[in-house]
């Protein structure tokens, strides 16, 4: 798919991000006269729209320039050749312990594919929101599986709730109080099992959200911020529990009809606040400009692939809200670069970086029946992170001259 495909969506949110970038200068109040700001940088001057990843630090700190990568571990055999932007590293498991591919989200159970030590297959645990984007193995070493991995940052998944640098999720448990009602969706076999597995840590992942649009409401009150940015982020954080719901609701009715999912209480332990502007500038940054535009495309890349209508719709709809959500973190980062001054600014521009994305591995023969059930290949998600990119790019490139 060229990213011409991507035109009526780019062409929407151009509009809106311009827009809201415009409202968020406006709306530092007339006593509150943002610092003088440093004379326009040339487009070449601009280090952060450079095609680089930052690291997993950077997500959860202010800071304006990411830290080198570390060595590869000793341990590491060096079989994989990861990207630039990834670690060689390698991580063990205990033997019958269910894989996940973003947070702490385990597949649907019962998991039925260890191998005869007890270990799942490495292609399990591949994704962006674990920033795995290759892994080799399993292997025993010292009772225990293991894998080699090429790790690089937690990719932005729509709106990460982040703790300690990572994005943290509640554990998906058995009950029926977070459903929508049922799509009559249609399908069989692994394509079907691996479908519900995906819907399932998407369904976390927005449920999650909820909780960033909660925390990025307590740090906008904190700051004095102005009542519009408040209750858009409420709105937001409304706007994901119907987000949650859906996705819980097509995973159950993928996976154990009889068998509805939902949220486990999620924990809070850990939770920070940023105090000051560049802290709030970085967060939305990544969270919201770079997660919330890039799941804003690729809900839009899978309604127009998907085969129910009424699937569609809900993915239609769903993309509209991400691409709101999305303006809204551009608005509030130019709020906070007004107010916060050449710091945030700096602080920003190392963040608003669109990282590199993969998603569930299927077969090229099961590709179309995976995308009639709402889902995209690893051509796809390239294909959506490059229109992305770009886009955050020029917006970057407009905050950083306008602020």
Known sequence: MAVSCFAPMLTRARAQFFVAIAAGIAGCRPEETPPPRDPPPSPSAIPSVSITTPSATTQATSAPTPPPPPAPSPSATGKL???????????CVPPKTTPSTGGNVPAPGPYTSWDKNGCYQAHEIVGACNGISQASG????????????????????????????????????????WSAPRLGLEASGEVRALAARAWRNDAALEHASIASFARLSLELLALGAPPTLVAAAHQAALDEVEHARVCFAIATE??????????????????????????????????????????????????????SPVLAAQLAKMADDELAHAALAWQCVAWACARGGPSARAAVASALVVPEYDAMSVDDADAVAW????????????????????LVEETTLHLLTTV
């Open 254 to 307: 993928l996976g154990d009809p009889d068998a509805a999912l939902g949220p486990a209480p999620l924990s809070l332990e850990g939770l920070a606040f940023g105090g000051d502007f560049s802290s709030l500038a970085v967060s939305a940054a990544i969270e919201g400009c770079v997660g919330e535009t890039v799941a804003a495309l690729a809900l839009s890349r899978a309604a127009a692939a998907c085969r």
């Open 371 to 390: 995308r009639a059930l709402g889902r995209l290949t690893q051509a796809d998600m390239r294909e959506v992170a490059g229109a992305a990119r770009a």
């Open 138 to 177: 399993p292997f025993l070493q010292s009772g225990q599986c293991c894998f080699d991995v090429c790790q690089g940052p937690v990719a932005p998944c729509g709106r990460a709730f982040v703790v300690d640098g990572r994005a943290r999720v509640a554990d998906v448990v058995s009950r029926g109080d």
């Open 81 to 91: 050749k990861c990207p630039a932007y990834a670690t060689l590293t390698r991580q």
